[in-house]
Nanobody, 120 residues
Framework: QVQLVESGGGLAQPGGSLRLSCAVS????????MAWYRQAPGKQRELVAN???????NYVDSVKGRFTISRDNAKKSVYLQMNSLKVEDTAVYYC??????????????WGQGTQVTVSS
């Protein structure tokens, strides 16, 4: 069983910063991809950033240069540093893992989400 638990969301002013954390628990044999998605009210969930095995990262154009995704394999955690926040970054942010558990299949795993609100 794999569980993803996000933390670090909250209220920030435009131009401010927040750092999201995602703690991964469970007997993971291989993590192929970790990512952050977000979903704003009335909009579809979108990929914000991902990091694949080997460390290559990708970002949606709207956050390039402002957000940084990173992972700490020893702590089994993935992070999203969000700088220069904009009102349009307001959304529920979800941690995602594409992983295979020991003795199990490769599957998608999601956290419960954490609210990020950017407002003055």
């Amino acid at each position: 069983q794999v569980q993803l638990v996000e933390s670090g969301g909250g209220l920030a002013q435009p131009g401010g910063s927040l750092r999201l954390s995602c703690a991964v628990s469970g007997s993971i044999a291989n993590s192929y991809q970790m990512a952050w998605y977000r979903q704003a009210p009335g909009k579809q969930r979108e990929l914000v950033a991902n990091i694949i095995s080997g460390g290559r990262t990708n970002y949606v154009d709207s956050v390039k240069g402002r957000f940084t995704i990173s992972r700490d394999n020893a702590k089994k955690s993935v992070y999203l540093q969000m700088n220069s926040l904009k009102v349009e970054d307001t959304a529920v942010y979800y941690c995602y893992a594409d992983a295979r558990v020991i003795g199990g299949r490769r599957s998608d795993y999601w956290g419960q989400g954490t609210q990020v609100t950017v407002s003055s």
